[in-house]
């Protein structure tokens, strides 16, 4: 049973950087494709970003964040990372760390909530216009 644990939100204004991290416990991370989604008030929960476990770790993007927000990951430190620059206004909400472990080489990226079992409580990003 893995846990998720995120960080690094806060406020910030418009055109601004935040880096959001999250820390895996109790998992497999190293075979865990990792995302992140985020929740906007009154709005359902949605895909930003993933990373393969394999693959040499490569990304997927929701269209909105491409050229913004960069994922990362640090196996050694069971740890994925957000960076969001150029920060938006419309990019204010709840961000929650996600896990699934991948079990096998394919060429495709799980985007879904209901593809990931493991969840973060959610880190709250403010941005100000």
């Known amino acids: 049973q893995a846990q998720l644990a995120e960080s690094g939100g806060g406020w910030v204004q418009a055109e601004g950087s935040l880096r959001l991290s999250c820390v895996a416990s109790g998992g497999t991370f190293s075979r865990s494709d990792m995302a992140w989604f985020r929740q906007a008030p009154g709005k359902e929960r949605e895909f930003v970003a993933t990373?393969?476990?394999?693959?040499?770790?490569?990304?997927y993007y929701e269209d909105s964040v491409k050229g913004r927000f960069t994922i990362s990951r640090d196996n050694a430190k069971n740890a994925v990372y957000l960076q969001m620059n150029s920060l938006k206004p419309e990019d204010t909400g709840v961000y929650y760390c996600?896990?699934?472990?991948?079990?096998?080489?394919?060429?495709?990226?799980?985007?879904?909530?209901?593809?990931?079992?493991?969840w973060g409580q959610g880190t709250q990003v403010t941005v100000s216009s």
């Open positions: 996600a896990a699934r472990i991948r079990y096998n080489s394919g060429n495709y990226y799980f985007y879904k909530e209901e593809d990931y079992p493991w």
């Open positions: 990373i393969r476990s394999s693959a040499g770790g490569s990304t």
